[in-house]
């Protein structure tokens, strides 16, 4: 079983820049080996692939976040991070942190992800 738990979600105002923080354990989880990946979810919406970062460091992003938002893996600490810069009031969204399978395909859609976080609120005021 892995357990993804995402931190640092808030209310911002349009401009601002916010950190998103996923953590990643399991007995037998070998975090260098898991394709990891962001999405998120407004109401009213599907969930959308925002960000996803592959074992072997390929990124790939949503047209709409590509050059304010970047993704990273930190392996020997199990964690992946979403750097969001110049938010808009549109990224307002319940963000979710996902793992896909091991050595899979990049995470750009819901069905390549196999474990998912309990979402994070990110709110942008105008």
């Known amino acids: 079983q892995v357990q993804l738990v995402e931190s640092g979600g808030g209310l911002v105002q349009a401009g601002d820049s916010l950190r998103l923080s996923c953590a990643a354990s399991?007995?037998?989880?070998?975090?260098?080996?898991?394709?990891m990946g962001w999405f998120r979810q407004a109401p009213g919406k599907e969930r959308e692939f925002v960000a996803t970062i592959r074992w072997n460091g390929a990124i790939y992003y949503e047209d709409s976040v590509k050059g304010r938002f970047t993704i990273s893996r930190d392996n020997a600490k199990n964690t992946v991070v979403l750097q969001m810069n110049s938010l808009k009031p549109e990224d307002t969204a319940v963000y979710y942190c996902?793992?896909?399978?091991?050595?899979?395909?990049?995470?750009?859609?819901?069905?390549?992800?196999?474990?998912w976080g309990q979402g994070t609120q990110v709110t942008v005021s105008s």
């Open positions: 399991g007995r037998t989880f070998r975090f260098s080996n898991y394709p």
């Open positions: 996902a793992a896909g399978r091991e050595y899979g395909m990049p995470l750009t859609r819901r069905s390549d992800s196999v474990y």
